[in-house]
C-alpha cells in the first residue's frame, strides 16, 4: 500500500512539473511572438509632415515590419494643439509602447517628456535637434532619443532665388515664432543673405490665421518671399501664394511639397526620404541597436523643383538650366 501510495504521489508530482514547464514554454513562446508597439505622433496635418509619415511607415517596411503583420502603428495627429500633443504623448507612455516617433519639433518634444528617458524616440525630419533640446550631439545623441534631421539647403535656395530673380532687392522672410524650426532656418537664411549683401525683412505669424495680414504686409515691402521649413508657414501656405500672386511677388518655399502648393521653385531635400531613413532607423532600434550613440543621420541630396503654371502666373520665365534639372532629376508641377 505505501509502495502504491509513493507512486502516486511520484506520478503526481511528474503532472505538476509537467503542467508548469509547459505553461512556461508556451509563456516564452508567446514572449518571443510579441509584436511592437510604434506611436506616431505628428504635429498636424499638411503635405509636408505627411510625407514623412508615409516614408516612416515605409522605412519600417525595408526592415522587415509590416503593419497589421508583425507590427502595430498607433498613429496620432494633434492637429497643430499643444494640449493633444501632451495627452497623446502621455498615452503612448501609459501604453508602454515600444518605441515613439515624433514629426515635427514640438512633436518630438512633447514625446521626449512623456518618454522621460526611457521609451526610445524616433525623430522625424526634425530640424536643430540639438538646439530643440533633444540631443546632446548628432554623433552622440547621448540618451533615448536618436533619428533624422530635416536641414535644409539655403544656400542653395538662396542661390536659385538670385538665379531666377537676379533684380530682387529686398526678400521678406516668414516664419512661425513658436516653430523653432522655421525660426532656425529663417534666421540662418538672413544671415546668408545678409553676408551677400541682400537687403531682408522678417515677418512672424504667431498662428496660421495670421497669415492674410502679414502677408499682405510683406508683399508690399519686398521683391521676393522666402518661405522657411515651417509647419505654420507650410499649413498656409496657400493663404499666402494667393495673397502674393494678387501683388505678382514669387514665393520660394524651401520643400517640395510647398512648391506644388503654389511656390515657384526650390531646391528641396524630399521630406519621404527623411521619413523613410528615420524609419529604418526605428527598426533597427526594435532590433535592439541603442539610441545613445546612433547618430542622428541627415539626408543631404537636394533636387529641383519648379511650378510652371505659377511662373506663367506671375510672368516669369524660369532659366532653362533649372527647367532642364528639373524635368531630369526633380520634379515639375504644371
Do not use: W
Request: with cysteine; charged share 20%; hydrophobic share 40%.
Amino acid at each position: 500500500m505505501k509502495r502504491m501510495y509513493a507512486l502516486i504521489a511520484a506520478l503526481a508530482a511528474f503532472l505538476i512539473f509537467a503542467f508548469f514547464a509547459t505553461n512556461k514554454d508556451n509563456d516564452t513562446h508567446s514572449s518571443k511572438a510579441k509584436i511592437p508597439t510604434v506611436g506616431i505622433l505628428q504635429l498636424v496635418t499638411h503635405p509636408a509632415l505627411d510625407q514623412i509619415h508615409r516614408g516612416f511607415v515605409d522605412g519600417l517596411k525595408e526592415y522587415g515590419y509590416t503593419p497589421g503583420k508583425n507590427i502595430k502603428i498607433d498613429f496620432q495627429n494633434a492637429q497643430g494643439d499643444q494640449s493633444n500633443l501632451k495627452t497623446m504623448s502621455t498615452k503612448f507612455a501609459n501604453e508602454n509602447v515600444d518605441l515613439m516617433a515624433g514629426i515635427a519639433t514640438p512633436a518630438a518634444q512633447a514625446l521626449a517628456n512623456a518618454a522621460n528617458k526611457k521609451t526610445p524616440v524616433i525623430l522625424a525630419g526634425i530640424t536643430d535637434p540639438k538646439g530643440g533640446g533633444l540631443v546632446s550631439s548628432d554623433k552622440h545623441p547621448g540618451g533615448n532619443i536618436t533619428g533624422t534631421s530635416g536641414e535644409s539647403p539655403l544656400k542653395e535656395q538662396l542661390d536659385l532665388l538670385k538665379q531666377i530673380l537676379p533684380n530682387a532687392k529686398t526678400v521678406g522672410i516668414m516664419y512661425t515664432s513658436s516653430d523653432h524650426g522655421g525660426q532656425y532656418n529663417a534666421k540662418k537664411f538672413a544671415k546668408l543673405c545678409k553676408q551677400r549683401g541682400i537687403n531682408y525683412k522678417l515677418y512672424t505669424i504667431s498662428s496660421t490665421n495670421d497669415m492674410q495680414q502679414v502677408a499682405e504686409q510683406a508683399v508690399s515691402q519686398v521683391d521676393a518671399i522666402y518661405a522657411p521649413q515651417d509647419n505654420g508657414i507650410a499649413s498656409a501656405m496657400k493663404t499666402l501664394v494667393n495673397v502674393a500672386n494678387k501683388a505678382k511677388i514669387p514665393v520660394i518655399p524651401s520643400a517640395d511639397t510647398m512648391v506644388k502648393d503654389g511656390g515657384l521653385a526650390s531646391y528641396a531635400i524630399n521630406q519621404y526620404d527623411l521619413g523613410k531613413v528615420a524609419g529604418e532607423m526605428a527598426g533597427q532600434v526594435l532590433h535592439g541597436r541603442k539610441t545613445a550613440d546612433f547618430p542622428v543621420a541627415y539626408v543631404t541630396k537636394g533636387k529641383y523643383v519648379i511650378n510652371q503654371k505659377e511662373a506663367q502666373i506671375l510672368g516669369i520665365q524660369l532659366p532653362q538650366s533649372i527647367v532642364e534639372q528639373a524635368e531630369k532629376e526633380g520634379e515639375v508641377f504644371k
